[in-house]
């Protein structure tokens, strides 16, 4: 009878363990995203891979909903002056940052400040020109004329904002990120994962999730198996061959998201032959980009021609090539001039979707002469040797809330050193971007945006390939998962089925 008793004890115990076991599963979440980030902060890169991350732990006054519109976030509302020029916010009272103290206006102030002295996000701080805090609950945003962009800006993540303190003491926000967002920082565990915690006093209401495990795992095939596995449950970037088998399983689940993300083949065109325009016009010419969307996408994209992505207002193909033709990309280096076997284009990806891509362009410009090599580097060294400009070519993509954002981001000049690797410069092309930025209705911001986009196409600064989907997964069991166009996310939004 005892030894009985014993094992129906042992039993009930190894089942209560089971439940616990299972409790505390959905108490964690785990992420598998594609790349490491190179840095926690708010302000040291304009990259999707860390802008996820700073959405996690931070908030901005506004922040953008489903249908790419900027809402208040931070901000409880806002009023806009009679000549535009005067924008005032009221705050959210007693949000508190993770070091458990209140946000106030004193805080955005002094987080907007110090975000205008960052170069790789000065495209999101030129839209104010002065920050005030006229209450302890109130900001006043001067701007230098009307600027339809503010709002979208103030959504990005280089207009988060930190605690004042923290700021003037030197916190450093790279190792150990300070917010006011549903999750708080816990370790950076480098090469592998990172580790996050729920903010339970989150103004919002805490996160269903009170663990977040941010694993980095390259390898597209080795993230759909992980979550075959059961080793995460959620995956961002799944790469389009493993699609299939996802939702083939009816305990996982596909995410698919049109996005407004363009990818293209960046040409630095201050380097050798690739400042002629002729030789940019031929590369296009060249790339088979149905083939690209096929091997790269495994089809889940839309070719593309135009430079600014389609979706928004103002976009246009007007003034680009919108074919696959070998021989007008000869008769373009005919009236170049020289030879093609010179021309030198090394190919920098960072992840596999990039190098399928650039094998392809490979392929397709030997057939018209040109040697392309392909390089492959992580994240942060491909971030920085782009940036820089240290480069002929490379595989990117861009993501912006806005028509303005996007061409202001990649084509205006001082956005060199940062977002216009291409390194365009072109004073028409400046002047028109501002003035698409300050019209006051949508019409007249179409019509210019129209002007600015065909000028652009007929400069050819880079290759667009294909506008693609955004492809996620999860399991099954994680509910409330939307996604924008843009990528973006909102985890505090994620429960667990019953």
Not at 150 to 160: G, P
Not at 319 to 335: P, Q
Not at 378 to 395: C, M, P, W
Request: charged residues 20%.
């Amino acid at each position: 009878m005892k030894k009985l008793l014993g094992l129906l004890l042992a039993v009930t115990m190894l089942f209560g363990m089971a439940s616990l076991a299972a409790a505390e599963a959905k108490d964690t979440l785990v992420v598998a995203a594609p790349d490491e980030s190179a840095n926690l902060s708010t302000t040291g890169h304009d990259a999707l891979q860390t802008a996820y991350l700073n959405v996690l732990s931070y908030n901005g006054l506004m922040k953008l909903d489903y249908s790419m519109n900027p809402v208040p976030d931070l901000a409880e509302s806002y009023e806009v002056s009679e000549d535009g020029c005067t924008w005032t916010f009221k705050l959210r009272e007693g949000v508190k940052f993770h070091d458990g103290t209140e946000c106030t206006a004193e805080d955005v102030v002094a987080s907007m400040i110090a975000a205008q002295s960052e170069p790789n996000v000065a495209n999101f701080t030129k839209d104010y020109t002065k920050v005030e805090a006229t209450d302890k609950y109130v900001v006043t945003i001067t701007t230098d004329g009307y600027n339809s962009n503010l709002l979208y800006s103030l959504a990005n993540h280089a207009n988060f904002v930190l605690p004042k303190a923290l700021l003037e003491s030197g916190h450093d926000f790279n190792a150990e990120p300070v917010g006011t967002g549903a999750y708080k920082f816990v370790k950076w565990n480098h090469g592998d994962s990172i580790e996050f915690v729920a903010n339970e006093d989150y103004y919002g209401g805490a996160p269903a999730f009170k663990n977040l495990i941010w694993r980095f795992i390259p390898e597209g095939t080795t993230r759909s198996l992980e979550l075959e596995g059961g080793g995460v449950d959620f995956v961002i970037d799944v790469d389009a061959a493993n699609m299939a088998g996802i939702e083939a399983n009816d305990a996982l689940k596909m995410i698919v998201v049109d996005s407004i993300s363009l990818q293209f083949l960046n040409l630095n065109d201050t380097k050798g032959a690739l400042q002629d325009i002729n030789v940019r016009k031929a590369i296009n010419c060249a790339i088979n980009k149905q083939a690209v969307v096929q091997i790269a996408e495994n089809g889940h994209a839309m070719v593309a021609y135009a430079q600014a992505p389609i979706g928004f207002s103002g976009a246009t193909d007007e003034g680009c090539d919108t074919e696959y033709n070998v021989d007008k990309a000869k008769e373009y280096l005919a009236a170049w001039g020289g030879d093609p076997a010179t021309i030198e284009l090394s190919i920098i990806c960072s992840n596999d979707a990039k190098v399928r891509a650039a094998q392809v362009i490979q392929s397709n410009l030997a057939d018209i002469g040109i040697n392309a090599q392909i390089e492959r580097m992580d994240l942060a060294t491909y971030l920085d040797v782009t940036a820089a400009g240290d480069h002929t070519a490379f595989i990117g993509g861009y993501t912006a809330s806005s028509m303005v954002q996007y061409l202001m981001m990649n084509f205006h000049s001082s956005a060199i050193g940062a977002a216009n690797k291409s390194r365009l410069n072109m004073p028409e092309v400046d002047a028109l971007i501002e003035k698409a930025a300050a019209a006051r209705t949508t019409e007249e911001m179409t019509e210019i945006l129209l002007q600015v986009n065909t000028l652009i196409n007929e400069q050819a600064p880079q290759v667009s390939l294909y506008q693609n989907q955004k492809l996620y997964a999860s399991k099954a069991g994680v509910e409330n998962v939307n996604v924008l166009p843009n990528g973006y996310f909102y985890v505090s939004e994620w429960t667990w089925a019953e």
